[in-house]
């Protein structure tokens, strides 16, 4: 599958498209195909060497993304191949497919977009817990 990697660390001329093999998922996990991704601070800090993947998780950018799932570990029952889904990762997201937690998949509602939906599970939530739990806006 092809998926965006670092050269080295720096600037986005350090990004390339390579071709590396499929993720697989574990029992508790669904393997996404991914359509959307978005892209956040966290993810121009990792590609300026600032921000470590966490251990064992993928060196692969991208902390958020929507698609579709097209396999599940043996173990999964709440969620189906062919569900539309957006998650929150630990790395992964910059590639055609990521193998995730199940139950970090969140469902997609109908009306909206990939790529509506893959700003939503960092970049989003983050603002909206910011400004509504920790800040108390209001009307």
């Given at each position: 599958?092809?998926?965006?990697t670092?050269?080295?660390?720096?600037?986005p001329e350090?990004l390339?498209?390579?071709?590396?093999p499929?993720?697989?998922?574990?029992?508790?996990?669904?393997?996404?195909?991914?359509?959307?991704?978005?892209?956040?601070?966290?993810?121009?800090?990792?590609?300026?060497?600032?921000?470590?993947?966490?251990?064992?998780?993928?060196?692969?950018m991208?902390?958020?993304?929507?698609?579709?799932v097209?396999?599940?570990?043996?173990?999964?029952?709440?969620?189906?191949?062919?569900?539309?889904?957006?998650?929150?990762?630990?790395?992964g997201?910059?590639?055609e497919?990521?193998?995730?937690d199940?139950?970090m998949?969140?469902p997609?509602?109908?009306?909206l977009?990939?790529?509506?939906?893959a700003a939503?599970?960092e970049a989003?939530?983050?603002?909206?817990?910011?400004?509504?739990?920790?800040?108390n806006?209001?009307?």
């Amino acid at each position: 599958m092809r998926a965006v990697t670092i050269t080295e660390f720096g600037g986005p001329e350090n990004l390339r498209i390579s071709s590396i093999p499929d993720p697989t998922c574990d029992d508790d996990q669904v393997l996404v195909e991914v359509h959307a991704t978005a892209l956040n601070r966290a993810d121009l800090l990792q590609r300026r060497g600032k921000y470590a993947p966490p251990q064992g998780e993928s060196e692969i950018m991208g902390l958020e993304c929507a698609g579709v799932v097209v396999a599940r570990g043996a173990s999964v029952n709440q969620v189906k191949v062919g569900d539309r889904v957006m998650a929150l990762l630990a790395g992964g997201g910059y590639a055609e497919r990521v193998a995730i937690d199940a139950r970090m998949a969140i469902p997609i509602p109908d009306s909206l977009s990939f790529v509506e939906a893959a700003a939503i599970p960092e970049a989003f939530l983050t603002a909206r817990e910011a400004l509504f739990s920790l800040g108390n806006l209001g009307a």
